[in-house]
């Protein structure tokens, strides 16, 4: 990703490296986020808390247990998640196409969801079934901040994007996307009120019932990319001044991690009429606005 | 070792000694990061076989705020195919033992099993019922004791602890 300014003048290859430095962070990110989440909630609760690095650890765990599995196509869709989670990063910090970016991830998803369903677990279905609705809230929004972003810069390629960009960020025009994409990234992070697919109190891990030791390492290392994504998804709205964005991408993390420790959980209804009342308003708002005044 | 061994005297090459070191470096650092690993994310899976339900509100204040065990990184899964740790506390009736088994086999190894209460260690007030299936070690095997009438969560923790530390040992000892 072209962060701040082109640096192939005194590096020849950076168009290459930096994407590809960032591509490795990536989930690295993702990791020390979920290990932060944990640790700020501890606090918060005041208690003392895990390690920020417990899901290195957890991770380190997950690939070295025994090798468990009801059947073989469950595992095929468990790498072709992992795939498509990681092809939707390389196409993001590349600075590809955003719609192709878009709907990769949708398709990593719909490869859990399959993997939910190719298991014998009732948990497991239920939890296929609340990650379809999520999937289909979530991305409803994801999909209009990508056209919004798109018909503002009219391009949806990523490079032509951030040429587009300028001076002024894309906060100044698209404040309600930015929302928006908070929305995606509290869902994104598992926090209540919108954790409905893995409520381990209702449905033991949801989706993911069925999987064990390396299989649900997969799911954690793409679960970790995919929240790296969106935080660079978010970092984009700030690109001209990277300070302003990651404390920006800091305080909405914080506000997060406030919303989900100071909440309750809601049905998959609950997730319904928010997104498609609320999430949907501030998202359409946005992109009328963004073509009444370009 | 002795498979590698056989390998070069077959293909007529002596062992590279920086080789063979380097190689036994590798396998000692893996063991090493296996066994660091594995104590420092133990997850539960917590059973109760029908008792009073004093030994599992002792555990859950072990989770709780007060004593914390997250703080070593220990989460509850009401999950066996994802857990580590099997806490079970009540007496072992006839009704739960077939359960009992079913949950123990869903584990995935390595895994360590811990008799909370006095019920699962030596079946307690329980004896000699009629429909009790003995203590706990007549069914599964078991790695650490835990008495108390219920034990207080600290002893709770220090069992997890010493059970970790003998999941560490069976990890480093394996060849």
Redesign the interface.
């Known amino acids: 990703m072209k962060l701040i300014v082109d640096y192939t003048d005194w590096f020849p290859y950076a168009n290459i490296v930096i994407p590809m430095v960032v591509f490795i962070l990536l989930p690295l990110i993702g990791l020390l986020v979920m290990g932060l989440d944990r640790k700020i909630s501890a606090r918060m609760q005041n208690r003392i808390g895990p390690p920020v690095v417990q899901p290195f650890y957890d991770l380190a765990k997950l690939f070295n247990k025994q090798e468990m599995y009801t059947n073989t196509s469950m595992l095929v869709f468990a790498y072709a998640h992992l795939a498509f989670m990681f092809t939707a990063a390389l196409f993001l910090v590349f600075t590809q196409d955003f719609i192709v970016v878009f709907f990769t991830m949708t398709l990593a998803m719909i490869f859990l969801v399959l993997g939910a369903f190719s298991t014998p677990s009732p948990y497991s279905f239920m939890g296929g079934y609340r990650e379809l609705i999520k999937i289909f809230c979530i991305e409803t929004l994801f999909l209009f901040v990508v056209l919004t972003i798109g018909i503002d810069a009219k391009s949806f390629l990523l490079g032509d994007i951030i040429g587009h960009i300028g001076n002024l960020p894309m906060i100044v025009k698209m404040p309600l996307s930015y929302v928006a994409m908070v929305i995606v990234f509290l869902v994104v992070m598992e926090k209540p009120p919108f954790n409905i697919p893995s409520a381990h109190s209702e449905i033991v891990q949801g989706p993911l019932s069925d999987y064990s030791g390396r299989w649900y390492g997969l799911f954690k290392l793409s679960h970790a990319v995919e929240i790296g994504i969106v935080l660079l998804v978010m970092y984009m709205f700030f690109i001209p001044y990277p300070w302003l964005g990651l404390i920006m991408l800091l305080v909405t993390f914080l506000t997060v991690v406030l919303i989900g420790n100071t909440t309750t959980r809601t049905t998959y209804k609950g997730l319904f009429k928010f997104t498609f009342t609320v999430g949907l308003a501030l998202v359409l708002i946005n992109l009328i606005a963004v073509v009444v005044y370009p | 070792m002795s498979s590698v061994n056989e390998k070069s005297k077959e293909g007529f090459q002596p062992a590279n000694p920086n080789l063979e070191l380097f190689k036994l470096k590798h396998k000692a650092g893996v063991k090493l990061?296996?066994s660091?690993?594995?104590i420092?994310?133990p997850w539960l899976l917590h059973f109760d076989t029908g008792g009073c339900n004093g030994c599992c509100i002792e555990i859950l204040a072990a989770l709780a705020?007060r004593y914390?065990l997250?703080?070593?990184?220990v989460l509850n899964?009401?999950?066996p195919?994802?857990a580590?740790v099997l806490l079970v506390t009540g007496v072992v009736t006839a009704g739960c033992v077939e359960p009992l088994l079913n949950l123990y086999k869903?584990m995935?190894?390595?895994k360590v099993v811990l008799a909370i209460g006095a019920c699962p260690c030596e079946s307690g007030v329980f004896h000699q019922c009629y429909n009790v299936r003995g203590p706990l070690y007549k069914i599964l095997p078991v790695d650490v004791y835990v008495p108390g009438c219920a034990p207080r969560p600290g002893t709770i923790i220090e069992g997890v602890k010493k059970a970790l530390a003998l999941w560490q040992a069976k990890i480093a000892g394996e060849g």
Request: overall charge positive; cysteine-free.
């Open positions: 990061v296996k660091m690993s594995t420092r994310s705020p914390d997250e703080r070593f990184g899964k009401g999950n195919k994802m580590d869903q995935a190894e390595p």
